[in-house]
């Protein structure tokens, strides 16, 4: 069964470092030509979209509070995207999911057909 399946959430210290996985999942299942997301969703908050990435990984959007700190990134041969994450803060806490885009297009950035389960994110501080 196709799926994304996220990895590398934990817990950590404000100021640290995280770097979270997306893997497509799936014999015959591809990203190569999604553009794929992360979207985070805090207790009580609605989901907030976090970044983006076109199916080439030449272009890439970000959420104005994670600007700066987040970099999306994508290794088609692998099936992989990532969300290296630095200088967290408490506020960056959160579950966050993958979500995959058929049209493979940067725009409209919160546009997804498929999504992951999620990996907790938790920043002290």
């Known amino acids: 069964q196709a799926q994304l399946v996220e990895s590398g959430g934990g817990l950590v210290q404000a100021g640290g470092s995280l770097r979270l996985s997306c893997a497509a999942s799936g014999r015959t299942f591809s990203i190569s030509t999604y553009a794929m997301g992360w979207f985070r969703q805090a207790p009580g908050k609605a989901r907030e979209f976090v970044a983006r990435?076109?199916?080439?990984?030449?272009?890439?959007y970000y959420g104005d509070s994670v600007k700066g700190r987040f970099t999306i990134s994508r290794d088609n041969a692998k099936n992989t995207v990532y969300l290296q994450m630095n200088n967290l803060k408490p506020e960056d806490t959160a579950v966050y999911y993958c979500a995959g885009d058929v049209s493979g297009r940067i725009v409209p950035p919160t546009t997804a057909q498929f999504w992951g389960q999620g990996t907790q994110v938790t920043v002290s501080s």
């Open positions: 990435i076109n199916w080439s990984g030449s272009t890439t």
